[in-house]
Every structure is written in C-alpha cells, then in structure tokens.
C-alpha cells in the first residue's frame, strides 16, 4: 500500500531556518551549499541536508501562513481587514494602484526567494553525479528526482505569476536542452524563455521525478514524496501547461500508485493518513522544534474566545455568499433564496456542513450566533483598519478542530494539505474535456459528486458546458485550499468576476419568536468603488532588478 506523504516539519526545525513566507530569504549557513565534505561525507547528514528541501513545502500550503490565503484575492472569501496583520488582500482588490513595475508581484513576489531556492537545487543536481559511486546511483537517483520536483514547484510558482522565466539550470547539469548554446555556463546574463519553454522544464522535471521516486518509503522515512505524489503534481502542472494528455495521464498514472478518494470528505480533513492526502505537512505544538501555525487565531468565530481561555481571535476571513450559495441542496438542486431562503442551511450537501459555519450551526455545543446582537455577529467591513469579526456573516470551518484545546499557548497543529486526490480528478476531468472527450471528462467529474452523495450530471453538450460544471465542482471541493485566485487567472476569466464587482454576505436578524431572517447585502461598499483586475494582472511585472542586472532579459510583460 502506498504511504502518504506527510512533511514531519517538526523533525527538521532544528536544521534550518526558513524564511515566514514568500518575500523572505532562505537563512543562508555553510550546510545550504551543496559542497564540501560536509554535506556529501555520510549519508546521514547528506539525508538531512535532503530534508532541507521540504520546508519549500511549508509555505506553498494555504493554511501554515493566514497573510498568504490566496482564495481571500478571490470572490469566494472576504478578508475583514484593510491592511492590518500584513493582510493587503482588500488592498488589492479595491485598489488600482497596488500593483506596478516597481513592485512587481506585490503580496505575490517571490522572484529572489525562488531563483535563491533553484540555485540551491542546481548545486544539488550538478554535485550529485560525482558521488554515485559513493552511495550508489540507484539511491542517489531517487534523492536527485526529489531535488527536481522541488525545482519544478519553484518555477511553477513563478510562471503562473509571469509567464515565461529565465531557465537556469546548468548549474544543475541536467536538460541541456534548456540552456541556451552561447551560454554554457548559465551565467548571469541569459535571455527569458518563452512560458511553453518554461513549462516544459516544470514537466520534463515532474517526469523524471514521478518515474524514479518510489511508490512507498520505510516507515520512518515516511514524508517524502512518493510516485503518486509527484504523478498528482504533475497532473496539476500539465493543465497549467494547457498539455491535455499529459496531465490526463499523469492523473491515470497517480491513481496506479495509489491516489484514491477518501470514503468521506470530513474525513479529509480529519484524517491525514487518508490515501487521499498526497501531499500534506504535518505541524505539532508539542516539544521545543514544533512548527506551528495560527489558523485558529485567525479563523474561528469571534464567539469562540470565552471557550479558549479569552484567547484573542482575529476572524480575519469569512466565506463569501458567491461561496456559500454555490453549495447545492443534498438532493442535488440548485440552492435559490427565493425557495430556500427562509431555511437557507438545512438539507444542503455534505461539503457545505464541512467548510462553512453559519447562523445557528452547532459548533463545541452552543450555536453559532451571527445575527444582530449575537456573540458571533456580523461587522460591517470598513476601509481602515480591522473588525474582529465576520463580515459575511459566514466563518470557515475547514481546518479547524472541533474541541481542540491548546491552540492559544502552543500554536495551532492542524495538518496542512498541498495536494489531494480529488483535485487530481477534476484535473483529469478538465483535460479530457478540453481534449474532446465529454463522456469520460463527465464520468471523472462524477466521481467526486458521487463521494458526497450527489447525483450524477448527465454529459455536457459542449465544452462551455462542462466548463461551467468544472468550475463549480472546483469552487465547492477546494474551497480555502488555495486554487480559486489561480484558477480564474488560469481560464482568463478573472476580468469578468472580480473586475468592476463586489462580494455579498448575509445580515441575519432574529425575530421575537426565535427565528431567522436573511438578507443577502454587498460587503465591499460599492460605493466607495468596486473590485479591480486589469488584463495586465495576468502576467505581473517582472522586478526591475532582474533586467537591470540580465543584459539579455529583453522585454518586461506587457502593460509593465
């Protein structure tokens, strides 16, 4: 049977430091360099040094950081805050000027921090072959296809950020084909490839990852990334790629080595050993290297404080009503407030009870109260500061443990997930749509309707069709897990749903009788303005340093 890959970041702490996220360097120390007698003198040290590589990990999960709750850029979720906490999401959405060539990527920018994390993989790959006699080719390999997934999840990052990148890779020794023949020493002057020659790169090293990694680790290796894990990754990346068939046959391919959905999907959630967790990390608040998070602090109710030792709780991010109406009643009829909405919650599917805590949900044995005046209720979003509550009058219940207590001293420890098997299939359902095939892009779609107890959609009569079922299958499934923003980028349609909008929530007023009403209302104030996304968005500036110092960049993305 095939062993998750859970990242035992706690083990590895006392080796390294990494930077709190995507604007930060790796602290650099003589270990980070793969040279010298001592990385390479014993394979213990050498194995922790590959250790070193997974708190790539740590950053790339929506839940380790709540600054870098990418859906919170999207509609399906309102930040509560203007700009405290280092939060710029209402920024960016309500501003026009956040972005600009200076600041290239803004909360997004990462260009420094990968390229010093691709460097490092190629000092790796281009020290590694002089040592295969020292630990055999065989076991080296297999660390080597580790090394190149990691390669390939920084510049995957990067491309879906800019487009085309510059490839450095021959300091690595490896796809020759991608460096440029007047430069053989990958210097520093070296032109941009285009994006289809820089996703090639991102696939030609998931592939050497997936074929050479193995199907299952000793036990006390497990945490490493194993063949479904790296097929899974790539299936993600080939859909990026726009390459249909290899991003169906790499999720073909992750089924085979074990990718499977999980029996119920709260057990996702509760259940990191689920063959259907790929790709999680693992946080502990218990012993001096624990590695925590605060997800709690920034995600339970407000209502929740009494409960937790007065515990401070931020409730910086609530679902949006474009989230919540999105989930389906359990017979699989679509949710409408003109029929449902005296009862809105009642009878809905199962992912909705697991990612969404509403009005008068039961939550560690008192009922949640949003409504005026309740424990939990709703603030309206201003755009100064921070109010410590929802501004939708949803919270997330995603990621959060029911009961767990310990939080509030020691850090949170829920799981984090990077990849999981449902996202594979919808993946692979998306690309055989696009390939033509309808019939079995349906039959994989329904797989995931089915695990909830949905009813089957019949064949879509044509791609736009089946499009629209993707999208709301992905928006229902992955909801808080770090795919909408990228998404609506990826289909070009985030001009239409976040430019020139605002979200919804609901105000919940209880009657004398002990009732509910609900009124659906705006919650960015449009008029103060609505949300903008320029077609320029789609490919941020690339900083000013790289063309400044890369005589052979050539042109910045264009509106920059």
Not at 413 to 438: C, P, T, W
Not at 502 to 513: A, F, I, L, R
């Given at each position: 049977?095939?062993?998750?890959?859970f990242?035992?970041?706690?083990?590895?702490?006392?080796?390294?430091?990494?930077?709190?996220?995507?604007?930060?360097?790796?602290?650099?120390?003589?270990?980070?360099?793969?040279?010298?007698?001592?990385?390479?003198?014993?394979?213990?040290?050498?194995e922790?040094?590959?250790?070193?590589f997974?708190?790539?990990?740590?950053?790339?999960?929506?839940?380790?950081?709540?600054?870098?709750?990418?859906?919170?850029?999207?509609?399906?979720v309102?930040?509560?805050?203007?700009?405290?906490?280092?939060h710029?999401?209402?920024?960016?959405?309500?501003?026009?000027?956040?972005?600009?060539?200076?600041?290239?990527?803004g909360?997004?920018?990462?260009?420094?921090?990968?390229?010093?994390?691709?460097?490092?993989?190629?000092?790796?790959?281009?020290?590694?072959?002089k040592?295969?006699?020292?630990?055999?080719?065989?076991?080296?390999?297999?660390?080597?296809?580790?090394?190149?997934?990691?390669?390939?999840?920084?510049?995957?990052?990067?491309?879906?950020?800019?487009?085309?990148?510059?490839?450095?890779?021959?300091?690595?020794g490896?796809?020759?084909?991608?460096?440029?023949?007047?430069?053989p020493?990958?210097?520093?002057?070296?032109?941009?490839?285009?994006e289809?020659?820089?996703?090639?790169?991102?696939?030609?090293?998931?592939?050497?990852?997936?074929?050479?990694?193995?199907?299952?680790?000793?036990?006390?290796?497990?945490?490493?990334?194993t063949?479904?894990?790296?097929?899974?990754?790539?299936?993600?990346?080939?859909?990026?790629?726009?390459?249909?068939?290899?991003?169906?046959?790499?999720?073909?391919?992750?089924?085979?080595?074990?990718?499977?959905?999980?029996?119920?999907?709260?057990?996702?959630?509760s259940?990191?050993?689920?063959?259907?967790?790929?790709?999680?990390?693992?946080?502990?608040?218990?012993?001096?290297?624990?590695?925590?998070?605060?997800?709690?602090?920034?995600?339970r109710?407000?209502?929740?404080?009494?409960?937790?030792?007065?515990?401070?709780?931020?409730?910086?991010?609530?679902p949006?009503?474009?989230?919540?109406?999105?989930?389906?009643?359990?017979?699989?009829?679509?949710?409408?407030?003109?029929?449902?909405?005296?009862?809105?919650?009642?009878?809905?599917?199962?992912?909705?009870?697991?990612?969404?805590?509403?009005?008068?949900?039961?939550?560690?044995?008192?009922?949640?109260?949003?409504?005026?005046?309740?424990?939990?209720?709703r603030?309206?979003f201003?755009?100064?500061?921070?109010?410590?509550?929802?501004?939708?009058?949803?919270?997330?219940?995603?990621?959060?443990?029911?009961?767990?207590?310990?939080?509030?001293?020691?850090?949170?420890?829920?799981?984090?997930?990077?990849?999981r098997?449902?996202?594979?299939?919808?993946?692979?359902?998306?690309?055989?749509?696009?390939?033509?095939?309808?019939?079995?892009?349906?039959?994989?779609?329904?797989?995931?309707?089915?695990?909830v107890?949905?009813?089957?959609?019949?064949?879509?009569?044509s791609?736009?069709?089946f499009?629209?079922?993707?999208?709301?299958?992905?928006?229902?499934?992955?909801?808080?897990?770090?795919?909408?923003?990228?998404?609506?980028?990826?289909?070009?349609?985030?001009?239409?749903?976040?430019?020139?909008?605002?979200?919804?929530?609901?105000d919940?007023?209880?009657?004398?009788?002990?009732?509910?009403?609900?009124?659906?209302?705006?919650?960015?104030?449009?008029?103060?303005?609505?949300?903008?996304?320029?077609?320029?968005?789609?490919?941020?500036?690339?900083?000013?340093?790289?063309?400044?110092?890369?005589?052979?960049?050539?042109?910045?993305?264009?509106?920059?």
């Amino acid at each position: 049977m095939m062993k998750k890959t859970f990242i035992r970041l706690a083990i590895f702490a006392s080796l390294f430091s990494v930077a709190t996220g995507c604007n930060g360097f790796l602290d650099r120390t003589p270990e980070d360099k793969f040279t010298g007698d001592i990385i390479w003198g014993n394979q213990e040290a050498f194995e922790y040094n590959i250790y070193n590589f997974y708190a790539y990990l740590k950053y790339a999960t929506e839940i380790s950081d709540p600054g870098s709750f990418t859906d919170a850029y999207s509609d399906l979720v309102k930040s509560s805050s203007w700009s405290q906490y280092n939060h710029s999401f209402n920024q960016v959405l309500l501003q026009a000027a956040v972005f600009s060539k200076e600041s290239g990527a803004g909360p997004f920018e990462c260009w420094t921090t990968n390229y010093t994390r691709i460097k490092r993989c190629n000092e790796f790959l281009v020290e590694a072959p002089k040592h295969y006699d020292t630990f055999g080719k065989d076991w080296l390999t297999i660390r080597e296809a580790e090394v190149r997934f990691f390669r390939a999840m920084c510049y995957f990052q990067l491309i879906r950020l800019y487009g085309g990148v510059v490839l450095r890779t021959e300091e690595g020794g490896l796809d020759q084909g991608f460096v440029e023949e007047n430069n053989p020493n990958d210097a520093n002057d070296k032109p941009r490839s285009t994006e289809k020659e820089s996703w090639a790169l991102v696939l030609s090293d998931l592939n050497f990852a997936a074929q050479n990694l193995p199907s299952s680790w000793e036990k006390e290796q497990s945490g490493r990334i194993t063949k479904a894990g790296a097929y899974g990754y790539l299936s993600r990346a080939a859909l990026w790629a726009g390459e249909w068939k290899a991003a169906a046959d790499a999720a073909d391919s992750c089924a085979k080595y074990g990718g499977a959905l999980a029996s119920s999907y709260d057990k996702v959630f509760s259940d990191q050993s689920v063959a259907e967790n790929l790709i999680t990390v693992t946080f502990s608040s218990s012993g001096q290297t624990g590695l925590t998070h605060r997800h709690d602090q920034f995600f339970r109710p407000i209502g929740d404080g009494p409960f937790h030792n007065n515990a401070t709780l931020y409730c910086a991010f609530g679902p949006t009503a474009e989230m919540v109406d999105e989930y389906e009643m359990a017979d699989g009829s679509t949710f409408d407030w003109a029929v449902n909405g005296d009862d809105p919650y009642t009878g809905r599917e199962p992912r909705f009870y697991a990612t969404v805590l509403y009005n008068d949900a039961l939550w560690e044995g008192r009922r949640i109260q949003t409504y005026a005046g309740g424990t939990d209720a709703r603030q309206n979003f201003k755009r100064t500061g921070a109010v410590q509550s929802t501004t939708t009058g949803y919270f997330f219940r995603k990621f959060l443990t029911e009961d767990q207590q310990g939080w509030e001293k020691n850090g949170s420890s829920h799981f984090g997930i990077f990849l999981r098997y449902a996202e594979v299939l919808l993946n692979k359902a998306e690309a055989l749509a696009q390939m033509g095939d309808l019939a079995n892009a349906t039959i994989e779609l329904n797989k995931v309707r089915e695990r909830v107890g949905l009813p089957g959609r019949a064949t879509a009569a044509s791609l736009e069709e089946f499009m629209g079922y993707i999208r709301h299958e992905r928006i229902v499934e992955l909801a808080g897990e770090g795919f909408r923003y990228w998404d609506l980028r990826r289909w070009r349609l985030a001009e239409d749903v976040i430019n020139g909008q605002v979200v919804h929530g609901v105000d919940v007023t209880k009657k004398p009788d002990g009732t509910f009403s609900y009124t659906r209302i705006d919650v960015d104030d449009a008029s103060k303005g609505t949300r903008v996304f320029p077609e320029r968005y789609y490919r941020f500036a690339i900083p000013i340093a790289e063309e400044t110092n890369n005589k052979l960049f050539g042109e910045n993305n264009e509106g920059w």
